[in-house]
């Protein structure tokens, strides 16, 4: 009987070291890791929302094309206002103020820049910018996104002196063509 009782105590402080040593792992491995894997989730998140609102955005700026020549094989396009139309409609879908720069309630977090704009009517198979085969009409553009993280890359961030994440979005959209 006398034997028994060292036994149990023994596995008294074996607990609360398992405890000890779950909680460790719960706070050191299991939560950043679940953190990692969330916040992950959360940027493609941000990022499938602003390439759909620059997909449609590069689809406005076929608006920049002279009505009667909507829908010919070979448009004449002028370059900035092509640009000003999209920049118009960029601020409008990712609701940014006339600077470029994020709105409270906008998805982006900083100034938003447009690194290459390019509207492609004939001569194909043609390669972007990006590297991307364009074999249809289409609108190239590429933007550089702000967005802020949240959780540990918001404290690791911090601490290289950034407060955000540059989000580069290629997207190529096809213009509709009628013959």
């Known amino acids: 009987m006398f034997q028994g009782m060292n036994k149990f105590k023994c596995n008294k402080g074996s607990i609360v070291t398992e ?3 779950m909680a460790a792992m719960l706070v050191f491995v299991i939560l ?3 953190s990692t ?3 992950k989730y959360v940027l493609m998140e941000k990022a499938r929302v602003i390439r759909d609102a620059i997909d449609m955005t590069n689809i406005s700026a076929y608006n920049a094309l002279a009505a009667k020549d909507l829908g010919k094989l070979t448009v004449d396009l002028s370059y900035s206002e092509a640009l000003d139309i999209y920049k118009e409609m960029l601020i ?3 609701k940014l103020g006339t600077d470029l720069n994020s709105k409270p309630d906008s ?3 900083g100034r938003v820049e447009v690194l290459s704009l390019v509207v492609y009517s004939v001569g194909f198979p043609v390669t972007c910018p990006d590297g991307a085969v364009i074999t249809k009409p289409a609108v ?4 550089n996104v702000p967005v802020k993280p949240s959780l540990y890359r918001g404290i690791i961030l911090n601490m290289l002196g950034k407060d955000h994440i540059d989000i580069v979005v290629h997207v190529d959209s096809e213009i509709p063509l009628n013959n």
């Open 32 to 34: 950043p890791i679940f």
């Open 19 to 21: 405890i000890v040593l």
């Open 37 to 39: 894997v969330m916040e």
């Open 107 to 109: 998805i982006v977090e």
């Open 140 to 143: 190239h553009s590429s933007i």
């Open 92 to 94: 409008r879908n990712l």
